[in-house]
Nanobody, 120 residues
Framework: QVQLVESGGGLVQAGGSLRLSCAAS????????MAWYRQAPGKQRELVAG???????NYADSVKGRFTISRDSTKNTAYLQMNSLKPEDTAVYYC??????????????WGRGTQVTVSS
């Protein structure tokens, strides 16, 4: 079994910054890719940013130039640096990962989420 634990959420004023962390633990042979999603009240969950094991990144258009995803493979941890935050960035942010476990196939996992609230 694999667990993803997010941290770093909170309340920030518009224009401010936050850094989210996602730590993976458990039966991990290799993390194929990691990503951050978010879900605002009344809206569908959407992809914010993703990073592959090779370091290739992709971003939603709404966060390009403001958010940066990174990962530390030695710590099985991904980060999301969020700058120039806007009220519309308010959401619960979820970590997602495709993990290859020892003696098991690659499976997809979700964290429980961390709340990010941006005040105007």
């Amino acid at each position: 079994q694999v667990q993803l634990v997010e941290s770093g959420g909170g309340l920030v004023q518009a224009g401010g910054s936050l850094r989210l962390s996602c730590a993976a633990s458990g039966n991990i042979f290799r993390i194929v890719n990691m990503a951050w999603y978010r879900q605002a009240p009344g809206k569908q969950r959407e992809l914010v940013a993703g990073v592959t094991s090779g370091g290739i990144t992709n971003y939603a258009d709404s966060v390009k130039g403001r958010f940066t995803i990174s990962r530390d493979s030695t710590k099985n941890t991904a980060y999301l640096q969020m700058n120039s935050l806007k009220p519309e960035d308010t959401a619960v942010y979820y970590c997602n990962a495709n993990v290859e476990a020892y003696y098991n196939p690659t499976l997809n996992y979700w964290g429980r989420g961390t709340q990010v609230t941006v005040s105007s």
